[in-house]
């Protein structure tokens, strides 16, 4: 069982940074991509970050693409979302995930790729 366990959200100022943490077990990690979704109140979940398991390819919303750098380091399972710029509409609760199927890539990642979620970490942006 894939257990994936997300850290670093908080508040912070518009303008400012943070950086995510995600710390994975029960799979071969290096075998798998890595996405950040996140889900602000009332709204669907959206990638806005994903990385594929030898970090040859990364992928990145439009809205999110010069501010937020993902990264992985296979040898500390462990994938990490580097967010700065941050923006109000950047508020939102930022889940990890793990692609379902080894040594794939979308290039356009979607929830349905992703078999197993993190708890969640809230960021908050204040403006």
């Known amino acids: 069982q894939v257990q994936l366990v997300e850290s670093g959200g908080g508040l912070v100022q518009a303008g400012g940074s943070l950086r995510l943490s995600c710390a994975a077990s029960?799979?071969?990690?290096?075998?798998?991509?890595m996405g950040w979704f996140r889900q602000a109140p009332g709204k669907e979940r959206e990638c806005v970050a994903a990385i594929s398991w030898s970090s040859a390819r990364t992928y990145y919303a439009d809205s999110v693409k010069g501010r937020f750098t993902i990264s992985r380091d296979n040898a500390k399972n462990t994938v990490y979302l580097q967010m700065n710029s941050l923006k109000p509409e950047d508020t939102a609760v930022y889940y990890c995930a793990v692609a379902s199927l080894a040594l794939s890539w979308v290039g356009v990642p979607s929830q349905s790729e992703y078999d197993s979620w993190g708890q969640g970490t809230q960021v908050t942006v204040s403006s």
């Open positions: 029960g799979r071969t990690f290096s075998r798998y991509a």
